[in-house]
């Protein structure tokens, strides 16, 4: 991860015993309170400079709780380095693969704001946390004070030696960081360290896992690993890279979906390959499901399909149809209620016969603007007391409007 001269601006008053005291001292964040914080700061003597970085960092607490849970009350943080960070209980996913490999001392290189590291040490691992950006750094080294056995490192992670180490877990940095914000990098190569980087620790024998993007293409996967997309409530938050000891026998692809009620996982053994996923094209009817985007990313929709006993609409397309309900893990059910051919004008009409005042629309396989139609559709209506949702796509060469009702 890379910091600017700003985040250094709003780091560096904290790591005095002053700041520290002073951050600590506060109440939870407020919006609404803020000004009036500042004020009271300011009259009580600290400088402009000190009540910045403390409400800086107060408000990047409180929005690191979604993360951290109660860890981000006594943590430090940068603005790039929090959007990065592994959610911690994610990073207690990464840190049992090293413990329940045995591996003891491991290095975690490119270690941002120390995420991974601190749930490495929680499960007793001697861990060396390695940051080139020198700021970044002494963060990581304010949240893994608690830790006695973690160490952090300012260094380049591709100049670090590994003679000692029996694993390794890299975060490579995916963002270009500059004075007006953050830029996504999509190309592997150009990360920091490179994904070439990677594979040359695992082609040394070490046991080495990589948190990516989740959007990383399946012929940019290396050969020899496994790879696991992780969702939490929805969203896919990564795709982890495990290799050699690391990597579970006989998986290559895998899905894990998480949610309060608990987690779940799908995998195969093979590569992916979109134009050959043996399962069935049919029509929308029965019900139709969205997969979770784990299950997607992973390329393992044909295999939802398969479960449930369905088909595809379209063989490029993730929505599946089947002819029962079947409760699953890995998407998300509605009942099949029409299917209208994509037609604004006639769709603007359903809507006010319909008396619908709140409409729903969901889209994959087209390029129309859900917010944009919406707002078309409903114009007009009369805002009706009813609800409906849409789903748009293709089948074939055929745009559908299909009414469906979500499942509970």
């Known amino acids: 991860m890379t910091g600017t001269a700003a985040e250094y601006e709003h780091i560096a008053p904290l ?18 309170d803020s000004l009036k914080t500042n004020l009271e700061l300011r009259k009580a003597g600290h400088s402009a400079e000190l009540v910045s970085a403390v409400l800086t960092q107060s408000r990047l607490r409180a929005k690191a709780a979604a993360k951290f849970g109660p860890f981000a009350e006594r943590m430090l943080f940068t603005h ?32 941002g704001i120390g995420a991974d590291a601190m749930a490495l040490a929680t499960l007793d691992r001697k861990v060396t946390a390695v940051e080139q950006d ?12 608690p830790w006695p056995e973690a160490t952090v490192v300012n260094a380049d992670a591709t100049e670090v030696d590994l003679a000692d180490v029996d694993g390794v877990w890299l975060d490579p940095a995916r963002r270009t960081t500059t004075s007006s914000g953050t830029t996504r990098i999509f190309d ?25 993007g989740p959007g990383i ?40 979906v998480i949610r309060d009620g608990g987690s779940a996982e799908l995998t195969s053994g093979i590569d992916y390959d979109r134009n050959h996923q043996d399962v069935e094209l049919g029509p929308a009817e029965g019900y139709l499901y969205e997969p979770d985007g784990a299950v997607i990313r992973a390329g393992l929709v044909a295999d939802v399909a398969r479960q449930l006993g369905g088909h595809l609409l379209d063989p490029h397309i993730a929505y599946i149809c089947a002819p029962d309900l079947t409760a699953t893990p890995f998407a998300r059910a509605y009942k099949v209620l029409q299917v209208r051919p994509f037609n604004v004008k006639k769709l ?11 409409l729903e629309i969901k889209k994959r396989g087209t390029a129309v603007a859900p917010d944009e139609l919406r707002k078309t559709l409903l114009t007009g209506s009369g805002k009706g007391p009813n609800k409906a949702t849409l789903v748009l796509t293709r089948i074939g060469e055929d745009r559908v409007a299909i009414v469906v009702e979500p499942v509970p």
């Open 15 to 32: 790591l005095t015993s002053e700041g520290w005291e002073l951050l600590n001292s506060l109440g939870p964040y407020s919006d609404g």
């Open 80 to 111: 790039a380095g929090l959007e990065q960070a592994t959610r911690l209980n994610i990073a207690a996913l990464h840190a049992q693969r090293f413990a329940a490999a045995g591996l003891e001392r491991v290095a975690d290189l490119g270690c």
């Open 134 to 145: 020198e700021t970044t750094a002494a963060v990581a080294t304010i949240n893994l004070m």
């Open 188 to 212: 592997p190569e150009a990360f920091s360290p490179p994904l070439s980087f990677v594979e040359s620790l695992a082609d040394r024998g070490l046991p080495v896992g990589v948190k990516m």
């Open 217 to 256: 293409p399946h012929e940019s996967l290396p050969e020899n690993c496994e790879a696991q997309w992780i969702s939490v409530h929805g969203e896919v938050t990564e795709a982890a890279l495990w290799f050699n000891e690391l990597a579970r026998p006989g998986i290559r692809r895998a899905a894990l």
């Open 348 to 358: 603007k009409a359903w809507v006010k016969a319909s008396r619908i005042g709140v």
